[in-house]
């Protein structure tokens, strides 16, 4: 996998359209990838107070076109990293996701998610989670409630807004293997729109 940093020009009017508009921040992400999302198994984690993104793929973005409003920074290959997971190994996480269940409505064939709305309705979530993905929480904390706005074209849906919240805390690997499986492909909903991506640190 790789880990690519690049920051927005915030000076730059294509820069700000990206980071008001998930849906071009999308768009201008996968330009570098020339294949769809599930084909380079992309994920991304806007920072706003960065003004940056982090991208982690299996294919290296095309430098040679990079969207304008996007300057890059590094890139890193993480294979070292990846060969040194282990059980019991603790690092700290921050997740930005969406906490959702499916609700069946009276005259709709199929479920809708809705966003869990108690605070400890979406730490049982993330709880969930954690154990479906191989790791334990040690320490967690849900810090932003953040809104997220896109808009398709008028025929395919125009407008839309969504929820996801900010999760810091200490995470500890139960098992590898799925750990390792949640950490490339991400948790939850929304992952074309910069939600589901584990950023990790080591824990001292």
Known sequence: MILSKFNIDIRNNKGR????????????????????????????????????????????????????GMIFCSKKDMGAWEAKIEEGQCFRFDLLAAPMKKVAEEGV?????????????????????????????????????VSIYGAHAEDAGGKFYSHAVSYQGILKVQDREKFYMAWKKGIGAGKAYGQGMLLLVTAD
């Not at 605070?119 to 709880?127: H, I, P, V, Y």
């Open 17 to 68: 359209q990206c980071m008001a508009d998930c849906q071009k921040m999308h768009r201008s992400i996968m330009r570098m990838f020339h294949c769809s999302r599930q084909e380079g198994n992309v994920l991304y984690r806007f920072h706003s107070s960065q003004k940056a993104v982090y991208i982690l793929s299996e294919r290296e973005p095309d430098l040679l076109d990079i969207p304008e």
């Open 109 to 145: 064939k199929h479920s809708r998610r809705r966003f869990l709305r108690t605070l400890q309705e979406r730490l049982d979530w993330l709880a969930r989670k954690a154990e479906q993905s191989g790791f334990s929480l040690i320490q967690v904390q849900e810090n932003t409630d």
